[in-house]
């Protein structure tokens, strides 16, 4: 008495159109039942590999796997019998060229609530980033999924308010030691001898007796004129006397 032969479901891996897909990606199979993964997208090569819901592209240790299979006449195929259908098996196409098939929706799920196969597929589709050694020379090799590194915004808050910081403090030593130098340049200024001005209390001291020469000179020659104002009359009782009068030196020296 023969028995019955196992039931089967086809599962075709890509299409002619070279689409990343699995037609249909979702299979429902009692226990028992063989699904076949036929290679039919041509030209194509691709994989059927097992993985978990939480990491749609990243292969489960110990699940099935196809390896890489190129697609050609007669469909090559694999098979992948259900031994629990009460559990839903998850699976994704690992192949990276010229892209990643998985972030491009090739997923699929056998004995999977609809609902939950949408979240998987959203999950695979929103990886942006991959670091895998899978190829076609490699079968056995796993795909790694990595999430970008979120930009560190307070680092660069910080750095750039330690940046106005230190162009802030700069800025204020440049203009404390301008304000300086002016200080210092006013205080040099005022300290220096002009030899053109006679104080009252004598010319400044120089290592020149020139300047003092030219102080007694004018000192007479102003005592002069005072006197000269005077010569048509007496001076009044209530004008001092000259504090200077005409020396021989300089009548000498004006003769």
Known sequence: MGGSSPARVFVDVSDDN??????????????????TFRFSGIPGNH??????????????????????????????????????????????CRQNTPTVHCHSGMVGVINGVISRFKDFQDAAEAIT????????????????????????????????????????????????????????????EGTRPDPLIVHEKGPFPSTDDSVPKLSRIL?????????????????SPNEPPPKYTVSASVSSSID
């Open 129 to 188: 980033d991959t670091n895998s050694t899978a190829s076609p020379s490699n079968p056995t090799a796993s795909t790694l999924q990595h999430t970008k590194a979120p930009i560190p915004v307070g680092a660069i808050v910080a750095g750039t308010i330690g940046a106005l910081t230190f162009i802030a403090l700069c800025i204020c030593t440049f203009v404390l030691l301008r304000r300086r130098r002016r200080r210092q340049r006013a205080q040099l």
């Open 47 to 92: 994989s059927v590999t097992q993985s978990t819901f939480a990491s749609p592209c990243q292969p489960l240790a110990g699940g099935f796997d196809s390896g890489f299979v190129t697609a050609r006449d007669p469909f090559p195929g694999f098979n992948y019998t259900v031994v629990n259908d009460q559990k839903a098996a998850w699976f994704y």
């Open 18 to 35: 070279g689409s990343y897909q699995f037609n249909p990606n979702i299979i429902h199979a009692t226990n028992g039942t063989v699904v």
């Open 219 to 235: 000192r007479e020659v102003r005592s002069l004129r005072r006197q000269t104002r005077h010569v048509s009359g007496p001076p």
